[in-house]
């Protein structure tokens, strides 16, 4: 199932589904993701789209699809490369990239991601079972400040990974019955309409499962963390010119059988 998160009129957030591919109409439904929803019957076409979830923590891979490292050239990563954005940084689907202005970056780039979203808490899961843990996907935008993360944040990325609006998540979560191999998925990345970039989840160095079983190591997964699984080659940095986002662009990132992550920069 496809799972919204709307905000009505009146002021009152729900979770719906969409009930066509452009999400123009949605059926309210009853309960939580977390702990089930059922459909009500009653539909809505007027409402703004919502992240589908509030994260009770966002962790970020960095360097882990193939291409991308050696369009870096970097050299594959021995084990999953950590990092967090702060969850204040989340976007909904449809507003806008916010360019830094009072800690200026000219660097600000794109990285479309398949997104895991966890629904039951886990702890030393293991490969096998580590799907087990995962409520459904999503498609997010890594939005990154090259300089910050480069030059200025002490050696960490953070500081460039973080500023208000640097996680744009969305249109909706998809339960993983519906995406039982998810590194078999087709994600691309356009800005104004140019796709930018364009390669398969099966690029990942390290699967969904082992970056499951890697970071529950030792440390408990709450409901609701949101894993963001790394970006395929083809971002502004590693590009021939440099290509960064400027007020006025949209960046759309697309994954097969998820949806299309809309949002305009400003």
Same mark, same amino acid.
């Given at each position: 199932m496809k799972i919204a998160r709307i905000l009505l009129p009146d002021g009152i957030i729900h979770y719906a589904r969409p009930l066509d591919d452009l999400g123009t109409t949605m059926e309210i439904l009853s309960g939580d993701p977390f702990q089930g929803v059922h459909p009500t019957g009653e539909r809505v076409a007027t409402f703004t789209l919502l992240a589908p979830m509030v994260p009770a923590a966002i962790l970020c891979i960095g360097l882990n699809y193939r291409q991308h490292a050696e369009e870096m050239n970097a050299k594959i990563p021995k084990f999953p490369i950590l990092f967090f954005k702060n969850p204040s940084s989340l976007l909904d689907p449809g507003s806008p990239i916010r360019i830094p #202005?009072?800690?200026?970056?000219?660097?600000? %780039?794109?990285?479309g991601e398949l997104a895991i979203v966890i629904g039951k808490s886990c702890l030393n899961t293991t490969r096998e079972n580590a799907l087990e843990h995962v409520l459904g996907y999503t498609v997010a935008n890594d939005v990154s400040a090259r300089d910050w993360q480069k030059d200025w944040g002490g050696s960490q990325w953070c500081r460039g990974k973080s500023f208000d609006s640097f996680a744009p998540m969305g249109p909706w979560m998809v339960t993983r019955d519906?995406?039982? %191999?998810?590194?078999?998925? #087709?994600i691309t990345t356009r800005v104004n309409g140019e796709t930018l970039q364009d390669s398969y989840t099966g690029d990942m160095i390290f699967d969904v499962p082992a970056l499951i079983e890697f970071l529950s190591g030792d440390t408990t997964l709450p409901v609701g963390t949101v894993i963001l699984t790394g970006t395929p080659s083809g971002v502004g940095v590693g590009r021939t010119p440099q290509r960064w986002l400027q007020p006025g662009d949209r960046v759309e990132v697309e994954i097969d059988g998820i949806g299309v992550l809309s949002n305009p920069v400003v």
């Open positions: #202005r009072k800690h200026i970056s000219t660097q600000v %780039d794109y990285e519906e995406i039982p %191999d998810p590194n078999t998925l #087709r």
